[in-house]
């Protein structure tokens, strides 16, 4: 694709700084970028934006001057995002089913529907318009799929759960697994069937070998926006809200109640049955024992206050040279005492 510099400043709302006769082909990092692509670049980085072989970089509004083309716009990260949708190359899936794929009884397929090759698709599925589902990939009994859907390859979805439109589903995820649930009887666990399902809401997007468990009873539920890494599991019964970020080997026990617009980071988890409040941040490997208020950033094992938590890591580091003074002072006593 190929582009000037002026098409791409009216396409990106932004303010253009320099020769817009130049023809870009490419949109990349500042690292990769070369003579005919654009790349974007924020404080503290407008320097090295400025010295990078990119034709023209995408730069706040703030900025008067800069040494090469340029287009100023109130966010450059979402401005880049918008030349990725456009630059990207598609990939184009024709819809209609693949002789391989299997349909069980009473399927109902809405308008450009494609399954592809080894799909399993069991009775009594219903699955939206423009839906993509890629091989080797299984629909339980009664599973709903909203419209405009992405499964990739092996995905499964289990028995009577629910996703939203516009969902994204990565390699491996499975949605509908059973969830942990044992009673424990004179040494032997016994299973407790796990007869809920799973909700996912619009916009949601679950990365590779992610694992959401079916709820024991009533339903384990993803609201709309939410954002799942690779490699991260929810357990029975959870609740999360909107526009959540849970990001790679988070762990989330059953029962647990999550609010709106919440980060988890890498490798962090909670215990089950607590409740977290709207716009928490929790940072990477933190560990939430209990419930925490809204607007918290909690850090850590136990998860404290994050700057709490700084204080710790501080004082911590001071310890060796406190034992080193206490050491002394036992010689220095032990000396005074032996004079008496």
């Not at 308008?111 to 890629?134: F, Q, S």
């Not at 809401?201 to 690779?230: F, H, W, Y």
């Not at 647990?256 to 089950?272: D, E, P, Y």
């Not at 002394?328 to 005492?337: G, N, P, T, V, W």
Request: hydrophobic share 40%.
């Amino acid at each position: 694709m190929k582009k000037t510099l002026r098409e791409i400043a009216d396409l990106v709302n932004g303010v253009l700084l320099g020769d817009g006769d130049i023809e870009i082909t490419g949109v990349t990092n500042l690292e990769d970028a070369g003579a005919a692509d654009i790349s974007f670049a924020v404080p503290p980085h407008l320097e090295k934006a400025a010295r990078s072989s990119a034709a023209a970089v995408i730069i706040p509004m703030t900025v008067t001057e800069f040494s090469k083309p340029a287009i100023l716009v109130e966010n450059p990260r979402t401005a880049f995002t918008e030349l990725l949708k456009v630059y990207a190359p598609k990939v184009m899936i024709e819809p209609g089913i693949h002789p391989t794929a299997v349909l069980g009884k009473n399927v109902t397929l809405g308008e450009n529907v494609a399954i592809m090759a080894y799909a399993v698709i069991d009775d009594h599925v219903k699955i939206g318009n423009h839906t993509i589902i890629y091989p080797h990939t299984y629909i339980g009994k009664e599973a709903v799929l909203g419209s405009d859907c992405i499964l990739y390859p092996n995905v499964t979805v289990r028995e009577r759960c629910h996703i939203g439109s516009r969902s994204i589903l990565h390699s491996g995820a499975v949605v509908g697994s059973d969830g942990f649930g044992f009673v424990t009887v004179s040494g032997r666990h016994q299973k407790v069937p796990q007869v809920g399902n799973v909700i996912i809401e619009d916009d949601v997007e679950i990365g590779a070998n992610a694992t959401i468990d079916r709820a024991t009873t009533g339903s384990t539920l993803v609201k709309q926006g939410t954002k799942i890494d690779n490699l991260v599991h929810l357990a029975h019964n959870v609740v999360v809200g909107e526009n959540c970020f849970f990001v790679a080997l988070t762990g989330i026990a059953g029962s647990t109640k999550i609010g709106n617009n919440v980060t988890f980071a890498g490798q962090a988890g909670c215990a089950g049955h607590i409740t977290i409040g709207d716009n928490s941040v929790f940072a990477a490997k933190a560990g939430v024992i209990g419930n925490v208020p809204a607007g918290s950033f909690y850090s850590g094992f136990p998860a404290r206050p994050h700057k709490e938590w700084l204080r710790g890591e501080a004082s911590s580091n001071k310890v060796p040279d406190l034992l080193k003074k206490v050491k002394d002072l036992e010689k220095r006593l032990a000396a005074i005492e032996s004079k008496e």
